[in-house]
T-cell receptor, first 114, second 110 residues
């Protein structure tokens, strides 16, 4: 099984739908991350879970709700999204060794909100 | 607010030429990473630099971390079409303080 997997790879949803993105890491890491990548903008860190506790929520709207049931799984629950939320959503994991936080990314979910 | 500025934003060169990409900040980072991202995929880690002044080589790629740990450069020698992609630098100071640059989109013409 490859390092970090994400499902689905592509998602089209209406503004009134509820959907969830799933991420799984097989690297034995203890931190997981959600990023948003939009055209012409830097990667935006949305949420960080370290040892299964949320340690960062970078002013993300409440229509995005993360869940980390254990150190290998991460979810992003979506509801009543806006068209401007269309983007590539990337999950990443890292070890926490106090020196660097090298990110190992999944392939991403391309989300389109109609 | 910490920012990482990358330059140039776009670069298109002929196969065999050399190039340098820059990553600059006014903030000090504990470490800095370089990633390459291809269309439809997530970024892939190339290298991590930790010590000010550090130089690391990965085949034809040379990475340097500034003495003050605020900036970095990536130099590619004899570029190949397989080097095409989006190059991202990222600085971190903790698990929740990771900042990405806006990226350099590199195209190598055969």
């Amino acid at each position: 099984e490859t390092g970090v997997t994400q499902t689905p790879r592509h998602l089209v949803m209406g503004m009134t739908n509820k959907k969830s993105l799933k991420c799984e890491q097989h690297l034995g890491h203890n931190a997981m991350y959600w990023y948003k990548q939009s055209a012409k903008k830097p990667l935006e860190l949305m949420f960080v879970y370290s040892l299964e506790e949320r340690v960062e929520n970078n002013s993300v709207p409440s229509r995005f709700s993360p869940e980390c049931p254990n150190s290998s799984h991460l979810f992003l629950h979506l509801h009543t999204l806006q068209p401007e939320d269309s983007a590539l959503y990337l999950c990443a994991s890292s070890a926490i060794d106090g020196q660097s936080y090298e990110q190992y990314f999944g392939p991403g979910t391309r989300l389109t909100v109609t | 607010t910490q920012l990482l500025e990358q330059s140039p934003q776009f670069l298109s060169i002929q196969e065999g030429e050399n190039l340098t990409v820059y990553c600059n900040s006014s903030s000090v980072f504990s470490s800095l990473q370089w990633y390459r991202q291809e269309p439809g995929e997530g970024p892939v880690l190339l290298v991590t630099v930790v010590t000010g002044g550090e130089v690391k080589k990965l085949k034809r790629l040379t990475f340097q971390f500034g003495d003050a740990r605020k900036d970095s450069s990536l130099h590619i020698t004899a570029a190949q079409p397989g080097d095409t992609g989006l190059y991202l630098c990222a600085g971190d100071s903790s698990a929740s303080k990771i900042i990405f640059g806006s990226g350099t989109r590199l195209s190598i013409r055969p």
